[in-house]
């Protein structure tokens, strides 16, 4: 799940760089898109406290990882537990 906000800046420039590179994706991997401002129960459940931040969660919705900050999806996808 990607935790963004429409007035952050580099939560903007991330969503950029994803949506102009779907097809980089790996089949497998879905991004999410949570709205920030309107989330409060995911963000409650996986303790996210502030915009851009990315949480990892497998089929039952069990937070595996939690991060801030990956600038690119390439840095997103390698920040991925595996």
Not at 28 to 50: A, F, M, P
Not at 51 to 69: A, I, M, P, R, Y
Request: hydrophobic letters at 35%; aromatic letters at 10%.
């Amino acid at each position: 799940m990607f935790f963004k906000a429409s007035w952050c800046p580099s939560c903007q420039t991330v969503d950029r760089d994803i949506m102009a590179n779907l097809q980089k994706i790996p089949a497998g991997i879905h991004i999410l898109k949570v709205d920030y401002d309107h989330s409060e129960d995911l963000q409650k459940k996986y303790g996210v406290t502030y915009q851009h931040t990315f949480v990892q969660v497998d089929e039952n919705g069990n937070l595996l990882k939690k991060w801030s900050g990956s600038p690119t999806l390439s840095s997103l996808l390698n920040s991925l537990n595996k």
